[in-house]
């Protein structure tokens, strides 16, 4: 069994491998965390609930990537914000550190951790986030849009 302290310096490790890889392109850095973070096609669409057209978009960069399903891939497999943020300007994006959406997120991303769709969804819904702005679920999305409602 791994420790606690073995695990913060293997993520820490792992982190700081994908950050040197700054200053190169999208496709490269999406390449780069997919392969250090083991993440087949099949994983992606079981835990964000992403289409496997979504997973080839993200991975190619051929469209412009929403940033909710940014935000999602990054929560749900403990991607660092400083990652995501490197991944986002390469792709000419970034967060708006004055949009409360965007705000949001990056809490997601930091203190959210591992959770799945369904609970970052909770979550935005219990600090006022309009349903039009959560993170796309498509097994519970309806359920979502009702939540709103209330």
């Known amino acids: 069994m791994i420790s606690e302290d073995e695990m913060l310096k293997r993520q820490f490790e792992a982190d700081f491998e994908i950050a040197k890889k700054i200053n190169v392109s999208y496709r490269k850095i999406m390449r780069g965390i997919i392969s250090d973070y083991n993440i087949t096609v099949d994983k992606f669409m079981r835990k964000t609930h992403l289409s496997k057209s979504t997973y080839y978009n993200l991975v190619e960069g051929k469209r412009k990537p929403a940033i909710e399903t940014i935000v999602a891939f990054a929560v749900v497999f403990g991607i660092s914000l400083r990652n995501i943020e490197t991944l986002l300007r390469a792709f000419g994006l970034g967060f708006e550190h004055k949009n409360i959406v965007h705000h949001a997120y990056t809490r997601l991303i930091e203190q ?3 959770k799945t769709i369904t609970e970052c ?13 959560w993170l796309k679920d498509p097994y519970n999305y309806e359920e979502y849009r ?3 409602n209330r």
Do not use: D, R, W, Y
């Open 121 to 133: 969804n909770q979550i935005l819904n219990k600090i006022g986030i309009e349903p039009a702005f």
């Open 112 to 114: 959210h951790s591992g």
């Open 146 to 148: 009702m939540l709103g």
